[in-house]
């Protein structure tokens, strides 16, 4: 597959292409960006890579697929644009402001025939997959309860104004996982904190309960401008409970100039010191970290254009997600908690 990516900013230069570049069955066929600066930053770190300065050229020039990585308001008439011309695509989250956005662009993709995954990379973190084989493994039993906090210390990266905000941004990554992991939304109750006035209003900090279809009750919360950072999950089952306190691995892996390509069966593993702990009936017992592998959401994209795999994350699926994001919304305003429709048919299609 040849792919490109439009945008490289943060997103783009740090959570797309060296897991791009580390992917299976897949080739950087260029990036598209205006500014002077980004392009050299481009030849810095992908050296003979083709710079286009609009979505038009790159697609011109040959393309399967594009990641669509340009700010929230920018995304939907370049997704419209990349399906109309007949390329697949990988939109970054959140990959619509509502749910009725996403589900015009999911709509789109099928008139046209084509794939559009959501980059909801957060499903492979180190601390994410190693939840799920403790999930998969049953010996928490029936699960009552999860805890998943996110705090980090990053008040510049927080992008004002209506279409930024906090929610869209980690919030979208913890409601997508615990939905994810736990099944669809019932009802959701949300407190916000909130900078700026006016047009720049903005949430900076969140807390979100999320009532499970399967009877788990969640609770995600994170902040960026508190000066603070940590990575936690608590969860409670039946059986037992399990306890993290980890690091952001791959992020902090790519911040530091390192590439999931130099060393592809090391990379993405938590430190042995911030391991897992379950606890039961049997006493307690460190878990070894999972993978984490932000590249595999791209080397199963490329398997399913040719057929061989299910889309990662279709974008069908992640429609619910916005459901929700939009539901702690309403919460968070009226102090009330919000039933959630039962998820639209397409939730996990592929």
Known sequence: ??????????????????????????????????????????????????????????????????????PPAT???????????????????PFAPDPAGGVELVRAAERAGLMLSVFQNRRWDADIRTLKAVLDSGRLGRVWRIESRFDLDEPSTLDYGPTGGL??????HLVDQVLWLFGPAASVYARMDWRGKGDDRTDSAFVIDIDHDSGVHSTVSATKANHFQARQLRVYGIDGSYYSDGTDVQAGAVFAGRRPSESPAEWGYELEERWGTLRSVHGVEKVPSEQGSYQSFYSEFAAAASGDLPQPVPGAQVIHTLEVLDAARRAAVSGEVVRVNSPTPLFGCE
């Open 167 to 172: 929610l869209r941004d980690l919030g979208a």
């Open 75 to 93: 995304r939907r008439e370049l997704v419209l644009e990349a399906l109309a011309r007949g390329v697949h695509v990988v939109a970054d989250k």
């Open 1 to 70: 597959m040849r792919l490109g990516v439009v945008g490289y900013g943060m997103g783009g230069r740090y959570f797309h292409t060296p897991f791009i570049q580390a992917a299976n069955g897949i080739e950087l066929a260029g990036i598209v960006t205006r500014s002077a600066e980004r392009a050299a930053q481009v030849e810095l770190d992908a050296p003979g890579t083709p710079v286009y300065s609009s979505l038009g050229e790159l697609i011109d020039a040959g393309v399967d697929a594009v990641t669509i990585t340009t």
